[in-house]
């Protein structure tokens, strides 16, 4: 950490990071589109693009495991999931005018503000900080396997018990009694 | 690379996420706006796996596990509003209003009724929900 | 048994039976007359049988201490002599025939099994006082006395005059008892001791140091309890309860208690002259007052509780002079003419369906319908007038004699003014309550003249009494008048042999008062009788009067109706606008004070009750109008407070997520600004 003068400012990047400031303002703008739209169905189909530019910067950070996970689960189920649910609970295809709540100008201040003061620590504190991506890839398949099954495997079959119960309870959830019908 | 990229990206996820969640009136907009939150976590905690080199890569088995719960959460959520939606005939979340101090002692509340439908899936009350909404259909009308 | 056993099992076998009726009450009712009257006949015999053991042997004493209690210490005690025996025979005669004379006038009472319970108790606390060697053991017994007359005199609490006078019974006579308690602690804290021997002892040998104070105190107490001026209003009043009760009450417990206290401790009294100036000052009064209101009285109950009053005063008079033997020789003959005067005025009033004597005097044929009662009746008046060969003549004179005998200044501490005072006062009395006892039997039983009843033909002006298909008095009552009708004759010839019970101080009649005591008292008879001559002839011209009550039912019933009617057909409790009473004649301008007790209840009310009651609604109005007023400002300031807050409330979780982040980021912001240090 200290080595910062040693290494490049902001002002030369690297490829690597070049491709990560343009991947990430792509992914930011199908966030912001993503919460602004005022097309449900489009909605999620940003979140997808915003989910896969976060996939792309995993790769970019060599994590490439967490990438496929983020394709897979992400773009692959959840959002699939959500637009189920879009369709479930029959929501407007096309503009729906009223998309946005009251809360609107709040939610802006709250967020802007978050986001300045957020901004600024970070920056503030991490503006010399250097990732080396050099070396063995840190998040390839084998180093996760080994880690999770070495190191973590009892939190992960916890996780799995966990996974049991969500699943049951989105059964019983939703499941209509016959008293209903 | 700097650190800075990835953080900063993190940070404008998490309030546009944040924006989302306070903002939009569709549950399942709403949700969407949480796994957007989830996601700059996730890159938050990726990044600095990667920066600090951990043997165990803590970071990382973390990442996995909250999406893992996200996951979770999305499938109960979206039950969730399935359910809301049924009882309710809507799924906008500025309308349920239950919890609201109307001033009045236990009475008719805005909308709804005080008839929990939330928390008693089974309890039939039609009449009360249908009037005002704009989407009449619902699941237990039968 | 030893004659202590016997003493104790005196006073206990009535409270057991109380205690036995007041459980058993509702479970098991055919019980509760066995139980009433099964133990007072075994307390009279027993005590009759104490009385005869102890004889006129020195008196016994035992006692036995339960605890210490660090200061003066307090003992279960007996003592038994001349006077204590005796009063507890006449306590569990007249108990045991009010217990008896009750199964019949309560016969259909709902209320029968608490009321028996608490007239065995009220016995049993009279028996404690009586056979109690510590002053602390009599007041319990005192206390409990003060308690069941609160209940009986309200055993009719339908009525809103038996709720009052069973209040004013109660609070009348404990605001002599507190007094009475602080003389009892005074007494105690002097003397070292609360056994009366101990404290007679300290009185002898000068140890007291505040006598005219204990005294006085003292008689506060005695006043409310024995009716005397100024706390006997509580005493009239009480007719509102059942005429068992007040017989009861005027002749062997409630009122007897201060007498006999007062003869107990007499050496206390005899300390201070200035104790007995102020109790012969208070019986000449209470004597005279109550013998004229008893004059002018229309209810039949409440004329004989003025004649107790009357009564009492004279007790307290021969106390003042230094003679109680003479006291409890008139305690003991007048509880029991006093007792049959109050239960025939319970077989007539059941009669008559009326208690008022203004329609009893215009009934044709009351005396023939109950012949048992008129002619017991008679007895009693005859003793009460203190009329001889009748039991009240020797007793009274005894009195006269003892008051006569201190006037002439021959009575250790006592003033010779205190004896004239009762004597003149005695004397007066004597006159008075031969006119009101031949008023009450001319009003009573005398039937209207053949000569007018040859009139009412014409205009039908007198009252039919109660057709007597269904009349009946039961045999119990009438068996209990003539057993009481004995003593009222006979017990005056007792005067001889009493002495040797007693002090030893003579009580037979001595001529100058005999002969000055009956002439005045023949004096009253005839004045009486010759304006009850006059007035009778306007009985018819002026019809009055009403029978409010069926005799169908049971006398209890009867009289109750009798006592609730008596204001609304009247317009008083007291009087009756009558203008055939001899009374009204014999007393003129005076009558109408005389009627309400000289207008010392509106006094009390005046410059007690109204004061009281200011102050109660003065304080009500700083209550609900100063303090409330802060209470309720304390109130409603959080309550708009909370209208404000309650605004944030919308149940919108939105709006809630965005307060609580936006304040998370000023939060943070702080954080970081602080810890910047800029």
Redesign the interface.
């Known amino acids: 950490m200290n080595l910062a003068a040693a290494h490049p400012g902001f002002l030369s990047p690297t490829g690597v990071e070049v491709a990560f400031v343009l991947v990430g303002l792509a992914t930011l703008g199908a966030a912001l589109l993503t919460v602004t739209t005022r097309q449900l169905v489009h909605a999620a189909l940003w979140l997808v693009v915003a989910l896969g530019g976060l996939a792309v910067e995993y790769l970019l950070l060599t994590a490439e495991f967490i990438a496929w996970v983020q394709v897979l689960i992400y773009v692959g189920s959840v959002v699939v999931l959500l637009l189920f649910g879009l369709m479930l609970t029959k929501a407007p295809i096309g503009r729906s005018p009223d998309a946005d709540s009251g809360n609107r100008w709040v939610a802006l201040a709250v967020a802007v503000a978050a986001a300045g003061t957020l901004v600024w620590v970070v920056v503030d504190a991490f503006r010399t900080t250097w990732i080396d991506l050099g070396g063995p890839a840190q998040g390839s398949t084998e180093v996760t396997g080994a880690i999770l099954f070495r190191h973590w495997v009892l939190p992960f079959e916890a996780l799995s018990v966990l996974l049991l119960a969500a699943l049951v309870g989105a059964i019983v959830l939703s499941k209509r009694t016959g008293r209903e019908r | 690379m700097h650190l800075a990229y990835p953080a900063v990206l993190a940070v404008l996820l998490f309030c546009v996420g944040l924006y989302g969640v306070l903002a939009r009136r569709n549950a399942i907009l709403v949700l969407m706006s949480v796994e957007l939150m989830l996601n700059a976590v996730n890159l938050n905690l990726v990044a600095f796996d990667v920066w600090l080199r951990d043997t165990l890569h803590a970071g990382q088995a973390l990442t996995l596990f909250t999406i893992t719960i996200a996951a979770a959460e999305i499938g109960i959520g979206l039950a969730i509003v399935l359910l809301v939606h049924r009882n309710r005939g809507t799924s906008d979340v500025d309308q349920l209003t239950d919890l609201a101090d109307t001033g009045t002692e236990p009475g008719p509340v805005h909308f709804g009724g005080p008839g929990s439908a939330s928390i008693a899936p089974g309890t039939d009350n039609p009449d009360e929900t249908t009037a005002d909404q704009a989407l009449p259909a619902r699941g237990q009308t039968a | 048994m030893t004659l202590t056993t016997l003493a104790v099992l005196v006073p206990l076998l009535p409270f057991l039976g109380a205690v036995a009726g007041l459980l058993l009450g509702r479970t098991a009712p055919g019980f509760v007359r066995p139980l009433a009257v099964l133990p007072t006949l075994l307390a009279f015999a027993l005590a009759v049988t104490v009385a005869v053991r102890q004889g006129t042997g020195p008196a016994t004493d035992a006692g036995t201490r339960l605890t210490p209690t660090g200061s003066v210490p307090v003992d279960l005690a007996v003592h038994l002599d001349g006077f204590s025996v005796l009063i507890a025979v006449l306590v569990t005669l007249v108990a045991s025939c009010v217990q008896i004379y009750s199964t019949g006038y309560l016969r259909d009472d709902p209320r029968y099994s608490s009321y028996a319970a608490l007239v065995s108790l009220f016995t049993a606390a009279m028996l404690l006082v009586v056979y109690s060697g510590d002053l602390m053991v009599l007041l319990v017994g005192w206390e409990v006395m003060g308690i069941c007359s609160y209940f009986l005199v309200g055993h009719y609490w339908e009525t809103p005059e038996a709720r009052a006078a069973s209040l004013k019974a109660f609070l009348v006579t404990k605001l002599g008892d507190v007094p009475f308690l602080i003389g009892i602690f005074a007494l105690g804290a002097d003397a070292g001791t609360f056994r009366i021997n101990g404290v007679l002892t300290a009185a002898a040998s000068g140890q007291l140091h505040h006598p005219t104070l204990i005294a006085l105190l003292l008689l506060g107490g005695v006043a409310g309890k024995s009716a005397q001026f100024p706390l006997h209003t509580w005493l009239p009043d009480a007719m509102a309860g059942p005429t068992p009760v007040s017989a009861l009450i005027h002749a062997a417990t409630m009122v007897a208690a201060g007498i006999y206290f007062v003869a107990r401790l007499l050496p206390v009294f005899e300390l201070s002259s200035a104790a007995l100036a102020v109790l012969a000052a208070m019986a000449a009064v209470t004597m005279i007052g109550s013998a004229l209101s008893a004059l002018a009285q229309d209810d039949i109950k409440r004329v004989l509780a003025y004649s107790t009053i009357g009564q009492l005063g004279y007790m307290a008079g021969a106390l003042a002079v230094g003679n109680r033997s003479a006291a409890v020789f008139h305690l003991l003959t007048h509880g029991a003419f006093k007792a049959l005067l109050f239960l025939a005025a319970g077989v007539v009033i059941h009669a008559a369906g009326t208690n008022s004597l203004a329609t009893m005097s215009r009934m044709r044929d009351l005396r023939s319908r109950v012949p048992d009662a008129m002619w017991t009746m008679a007895v009693a008046l005859a003793a009460l007038a203190a009329l001889p060969p009748f039991s009240g003549f020797f007793s009274k004179e005894s009195v006269l004699r003892a008051a006569e005998y201190a006037a002439e200044g021959h009575q250790a501490h006592v003033p010779s003014a205190v004896g004239w005072t009762v004597l003149v006062a005695g004397l007066l009395t004597a006159l008075l309550t031969a006119a009101y006892a031949t008023r009450l039997f001319l009003l009573a039983g005398s039937p209207p003249q053949t000569r007018r009843a040859r009139q009412q033909r014409d205009g039908e002006t007198s009252v039919p009494a109660p057709t007597d298909n269904h009349f009946r008095t039961p045999v119990v009552m009438n068996a209990v008048l003539w057993l009481l009708a004995i003593p009222a004759l006979a017990l005056g010839v007792t005067a001889g042999k009493l002495p040797q019970w007693f002090d030893g101080t003579s009580l037979a009649p001595t001529l100058a008062t005999s002969v000055l005591g009956v002439g005045l008292a023949l004096v009253g008879v005839l004045v009486t009788y010759a304006a009850w001559r006059h007035t009778e002839t306007r009985a018819n011209r002026v019809p009055i009067g009403a029978v409010v009550a069926p005799d169908s039912v049971e006398p209890a019933a009867t009289e109750a109706a009798a006592i609730a009617a008596h204001p609304q057909v009247y317009g008083d409790i007291a009087g009756a606008p009558d203008p055939a009473d001899p009374g009204r004649l014999l007393l003129g301008p005076l009558h109408r004070y005389a009627v309400h007790g000289f207008g010392l209840d509106v006094l009390y009310s005046k410059a007690f009750v109204r004061p009281v009651l200011a102050a109660a609604g003065l304080v009500r109005f700083l209550d609900r109008e100063v303090v409330e007023t802060y209470v309720r400002t304390a109130g409603g300031v959080p309550r708009l407070l909370g ?1 404000l807050v ?1 605004r944030a ?7 809630y ?2 307060v609580l ?2 304040g998370s ?1 000023v939060l ?2 702080l954080a ?1 600004l602080v810890a910047s240090g800029a």
């Open positions: 209208l309650r409330q919308t149940g919108n979780v939105q709006t997520l965005s982040l936006g980021v943070a912001v970081v």
